[in-house]
């Protein structure tokens, strides 16, 4: 099971910033927090993840909260092309069977003009 | 190669005919994972290859799913006797042992039993 929530879906208008929430309140301190998108018939694409501190590349931003129950997946500019599913995702990476990535239902983001 | 390829991209097949599809994970890429998604929704996890260890075939749903990896690079999944239930999108990644970053999919392999 998805140790994560997310809103089913939501909007953005084209050049704006892109706040997408994700909960994950029984994160374990050895789990990361990844997140993927999917664009319409395509396979998931990596965006980025993290452990504590906060994220940056050329993608995306990541924030998450000091207690690591939450974060948010910060694109700045949408366009239109990043209308898809993402995917907030927690993983361990310990060892054992941490290569598993479990995908929940996601959130559509849809970027209008 | 530059990414993940996964091939043939569209399979229409009738039931009861055997299937294969094949992914070419990127070159180094020592892990290899496939998941399949049905029309609407998540991925489901199938099999995990890494190195030469055993594969971790605990997701696959029947003992009619096979998969091999030839020569720790190219990957076959072979679905015997398909059901109208095996229509799903099949998606094969790779990765660099089990790294920190991400896994890199291909585009998937549309797999149809009429």
């Known amino acids: 099971d998805a140790k994560t929530t997310q809103p089913t879906s939501m909007d953005c208008a084209e050049g704006r910033a892109a706040n997408l929430p994700c909960n994950h309140s029984?994160?374990?301190?050895?789990?990361?927090v990844y997140w993927y998108r999917q664009i319409h018939s395509q396979g998931p694409q990596y965006i980025i993840h993290?452990?504590?501190n906060n994220e940056t590349n050329e993608m995306a931003s990541l924030i998450i909260t000091e207690d690591r129950k939450s974060s948010t997946l910060i694109l700045p500019h949408a366009t239109l092309r990043d209308t898809a599913v993402y995917y907030c995702i927690v993983r361990d990476y310990s060892g054992g069977s941490n290569y598993k990535l479990t995908f929940g239902k996601g959130t559509l983001l849809t970027v209008n003009p | 190669g530059a990414g993940v390829s996964q091939s043939p991209s569209n399979k229409v097949t009738e039931k009861g005919k055997d299937v294969e599809l094949r992914c070419d994970p990127i070159?180094?890429?020592?892990?290899l994972y496939w998941y399949r998604q049905s029309l609407g929704q998540g991925l489901e996890f199938l099999i995990y290859f890494q190195g030469n260890s055993a594969p971790d075939k605990s997701g696959l749903p029947s003992d009619r799913f096979s998969a091999e990896r030839t020569g720790g690079s190219v990957s076959t999944l072979t679905i015997q006797r398909t059901q109208q239930e095996d229509s799903a999108v099949y998606l094969c990644?790779?990765?660099?042992?089990?790294?920190?970053?991400?896994?890199?999919f291909g585009s998937g392999t549309r797999l149809t039993v009429v």
């Open positions: 070159s180094g890429h020592t892990a």
């Open positions: 029984t994160i374990s301190g050895n789990e990361y």
């Open positions: 993290g452990l504590k």
């Open positions: 990644a790779s990765s660099l042992a089990i790294s920190g970053g991400g896994y890199t």
